[in-house]
Each structure stands twice: as C-alpha cells, then as structure tokens.
C-alpha cells in the first residue's frame, strides 16, 4: 500500500475555485491508478475523477463534476491533483484520494479533506 495525505480543501462561495492535493509516499507513485471520490454527510461515498494507464493516461468524470473538475497528476512529484471550478453546494462533501497498487481495485485511501460550498 502506499500513504496518501489529501491537502486543499476549504469553503468557498458557490461559482469559486478550489485545487485539491493528494500527496503520495513510495518510488511507484507512477505505476498507480488514481482516484478522487467524495462523501457528503448522510450519503454513500461516490465516484468524482480517476486518472488511469491505458497506454497513456487516461482521465475520467462523474456526469456531476465533467465540465467543471478536472484530474491531473505530476509523477516527478507523486502528486494527483482535482481542480475543481464552478463549484455547487452540492460539491460539499469530504474528498478522499485513492490508489490502485494492485489490480484489485482502490486499496489505499487518504483520510480526506472537507470542501463546503454556500450558496
């Protein structure tokens, strides 16, 4: 597994900006499959954004965010990053970071970051 530590998150009006920061431990940071999901409270953890390899990297959205978040990643600095603009109150939830170290799926979480948007 590896160590994740998830840094950027705030409050911010609706229709602001925020970039979100997901530092990872470890030498292989670039081999990993990445994920952002988020929790609102009350809810199921979802889906927000993954960056993986599929003879390139490879971006993916939930319907909720595409237009408005993007994914991105900085191997030499074992970092994935979500940069979020346009924000909705909806948007307000806990953001986790993930990784894939195996091909089992997420096994590696960070321990999140709160973002809260008002309206």
């Known amino acids: 597994q590896v160590q994740l530590v998830e840094s950027g998150g705030g409050m911010v009006q609706a229709g602001g900006s925020l970039r979100l920061s997901c530092a990872a431990s470890?030498?292989?940071?670039?081999?990993?499959?990445m994920g952002w999901f988020r929790q609102a409270p009350g809810k199921e953890r979802e889906f927000v954004a993954a960056i993986n390899w599929s003879g390139g990297w490879r971006t993916s959205y939930a319907d909720s965010v595409k237009g408005r978040f993007t994914i991105s990643r900085d191997n030499a600095k074992n970092t994935v990053y979500l940069q979020m603009n346009r924000l909705k109150p909806e948007d307000t939830a806990a953001y986790y970071c993930a990784a894939k170290t195996t091909n089992r799926g997420y096994d590696s979480w960070g321990q999140g970051t709160q973002v809260t948007v008002s309206s």
């Open positions: 470890g030498r292989t940071f670039s081999r990993y499959d």
